[in-house]
């Protein structure tokens, strides 16, 4: 009997059922003759150069990596050195962009600008808290939370207050700004407006009406651009916050039941500081939701090729898990560099190892409900079907599974090795697994160590008649 194990199942005291989503392993829909998917180890954290203090947001610019680390704006180079180029002051995630001349940094209600040599704050008056930034069409355009404003063509530093532009549809604040398609979206707590370039001597951007969509984003960082779309965290008025795609007028909803009741935990404010990234890489879309003590992926490419929506979990840890010490993805040097916004560490994604900076960290998968029909049933057999082989160096890791006949409480976990490193046809089975009287959901837990992808798990089942 195949047993499902690219989405588990458990329960909770509501009562309800329950999606449990992999942990560190990254579903991939591939026909393979063994099954029509399987879980890959999520990519490791591999050290590449040192900060100044915890992450805050970084881009690529002309070939190069620029980072916010701490208070500092550095740029990382291609050898692992990090050059300080100046202080933009303390605070939350910060905002990039550029221009042909400048690196622009939205920083703790600040906007600097970076020409390659000198690193320059805008102190004109008339531009108030910046909030946000994005460059487009030869301004840099920035908001306030309340209106929409743009530097002077020929002049970043200068701003005309005759020149301010609103947000007007909805008495919200604007939260964010992003561009897609050379069309700037401001992004409100409720509603998101789309603005083009008409010209013109006052404010040269005008709203396309029939762009609107009729939600919001919950914070500054909790948007981005997603397969030539606005992913976003948020709400309409008088609902729950969740993650959407927004496009030409409407908002897709991307969170399932299992999202919206995670999502559920956390409270407007902590929704507030989420940060949400894209990376597009081999195959995959996908789209991170760095929550305080996890982040979320969706995988576009994969939820398209199964309808149905595909999720996981990245996170850091071995006993309890926490968040991903990864963040900030910017494609340089043809790697992924991420940074840790709790430490100075900049690292890069690694597929050949899942371990984060040297450290192991845990993965875990479960089941769909084995049920047969009422009747009970002997367990005589578990095999894990897995490529094999691949494990760390010099080690000979483990791993264990456990079973629950309520989706709430566990079993002893019964333990096997995986393998040494080049051991290839290394089989996968647990004998003797006990008797189900009516349902069990199976759990299988290791750590980095255990490199494996699972293909199938295979049960060897006796029914017993009622």
């Known amino acids: 009997m195949q047993i499902p194990i690219l989405n588990g199942i458990y329960t909770d005291t509501a009562p309800d059922v329950r999606t449990a989503y992999p942990v560190n392993l990254v579903p991939v829909p591939k026909a393979s003759g063994v099954s029509n998917g399987y879980l890959r180890p999520a990519d490791g954290i591999v050290s590449f150069a040192t900060g100044e203090g915890g992450d805050r947001g970084g881009i690529n610019w002309n070939g190069q990596c620029y980072r916010v680390s701490g208070t500092k704006l550095v740029r990382v180079n291609a050898n692992g050195t990090a050059d300080v ?5 303390p605070g939350a995630p910060v905002t990039f962009d ?16 970076w020409n390659g040599t000198i690193l320059q704050q805008v102190t004109d008056p008339d531009l108030g808290v910046c909030v946000d930034v994005v460059w487009v069409d030869g301004y840099f355009m920035t908001t306030d939370g309340e209106f929409l404003i743009v530097t002077e063509l020929n002049n970043p530093f200068a701003i005309d207050p005759l020149k301010y532009g609103s947000s007007e549809v909805d008495p919200d604040p604007v939260k964010a700004l992003l561009k897609v398609r050379n069309e700037v979206h401001a992004l409100n707590r409720y509603t998101i407006e789309v603005f083009e370039n008409v010209g013109g001597d006052n404010f040269p951007f005008d709203r396309i009406d029939g762009a609107q969509i009729q939600k919001g984003v919950v914070g500054t960082r909790a948007a981005c651009v997603f397969a030539e779309a606005i992913a976003f965290l948020g709400s309409g008025r008088n609902e729950n916050v969740s993650i959407y795609l927004g496009a030409n007028g409407n908002a897709q909803p991307l969170a399932t039941r299992e999202i919206d009741q995670v999502l559920a935990q956390y409270s407007e404010a902590t929704l507030s500081t989420v940060v949400l990234e894209s990376r597009l890489d081999k195959g995959h879309q996908h789209l991170w939701v760095r929550l305080p003590d996890r982040t979320l992926v969706y995988d576009l490419a994969a939820s398209q090729a199964v309808q149905e929506p595909v999720w996981f979990t990245l996170a850091s840890g071995l006993e309890e898990i926490g968040a991903l010490p990864a963040a900030f993805l910017v494609r340089c040097y043809d790697k992924w560099l991420v ?5 100075n560490r900049i690292g890069y994604l690694d597929d050949t190892t899942s371990d984060h900076y040297g450290e192991p960290a845990q993965w875990e998968f479960s089941t769909s409900i084995l049920y047969n029909e009422g009747d009970s049933a002997i367990i005589h057999e578990l095999e894990l079907v897995a490529l094999t082989g691949s494990v760390a160096a010099d080690t000979d890791p483990t791993i264990s599974t456990a079973y629950s006949v309520d989706g709430m409480t566990w079993s002893q976990e019964r333990t096997i090795r995986a393998g040494i490193r080049g051991q290839r046809a290394k089989r996968l089975v647990w004998l003797q697994q006990g008797w189900m009287e009516h349902w069990r959901v199976q759990r299988f837990r290791g750590d980095s160590r255990a490199h494996l992808s699972f293909l199938r798990l295979e049960a060897r089942v006796e029914a017993l008649a009622a």
């Open 85 to 89: 180029l100046g202080d933009v002051g």
């Open 98 to 113: 550029y221009s042909f001349d400048y690196l622009a940094i939205a920083s703790a209600g600040n906007l600097y600008l």
């Open 339 to 343: 940074g840790d916004p709790g430490s």
